[in-house]
């Protein structure tokens, strides 16, 4: 028996970290942590998968009841975690992984919770220049043209923060980064103090 790893990744739009832990989830790798925002949906999501939907007054009713484990404002939307989509798995030995903005891994790191603290593992993705990133974001074919231009300005002040992380991912194509996403995952369940002495 071993202690579940919380493997929290942080990156800009278009880094490809959501792809990387939905690769883990859908591999049986880990368990996904779907957050809350009070965002509409996009074409295609369904609640509980992608995220949980929540309007403004019911994420604000879950704050005040300190529900969330972490949470803070995006794009001009409200994301959050739900510690009862992490607690309870790491506390049972499973792994989760978290897709999560770097406000929200400062709040992670403060968490005093010891569950918390012995399981988090902290990774930053980032594509290899900006105007690779401006490729990815622009390919989505998703956003409008200021959305992009919002996203990679964010992006840009959001990868100022990777050296606050443990490890770092300088992307480069969809399967070389998701084996090294992977060996960090292996290397951390080998860690000595993780395993259960019974």
Not at 115 to 141: H, K, N, Q, S, Y
């Amino acid at each position: 028996m071993r202690s579940g790893i919380l493997l929290l990744v942080s990156g800009p739009s278009g880094s490809g970290k959501s792809t990387l832990c939905r690769r883990l989830e859908s591999e049986g790798a880990a368990d996904f942590s779907v957050s809350c925002t009070t965002r509409p949906p996009r074409e295609g999501e369904v609640d509980g998968r992608e995220y949980h939907f929540l309007d403004r007054d019911e994420f604000a009713r879950r704050v005040d009841a300190g529900e969330f484990l972490e949470h803070a404002e995006v794009h001009s939307n409200f994301y959050g975690t739900l510690r009862s989509e992490v607690v309870g798995r790491l506390a049972a030995g499973r792994d989760v992984v978290m897709d999560i903005d770097v406000q929200g891994a400062s709040q992670v790191r403060a968490c005093q919770d010891p569950v918390i603290r012995t399981a988090l593992v902290d990774l930053f993705v980032m594509p290899p220049d900006e105007r690779e990133l401006e490729a990815r974001l622009t390919g989505r074919g998703t956003d409008s043209a200021e959305v992009i231009a919002l996203r990679l300005r964010n992006a840009i002040e959001e990868t100022s923060h990777w050296p606050e992380y443990s490890y770092r991912l300088l992307s480069t194509t969809r399967e070389e980064d998701y084996t090294r996403f992977k060996a960090l995952l292996v290397a951390e369940r080998l860690r000595v103090s993780r395993i259960q002495k019974s």
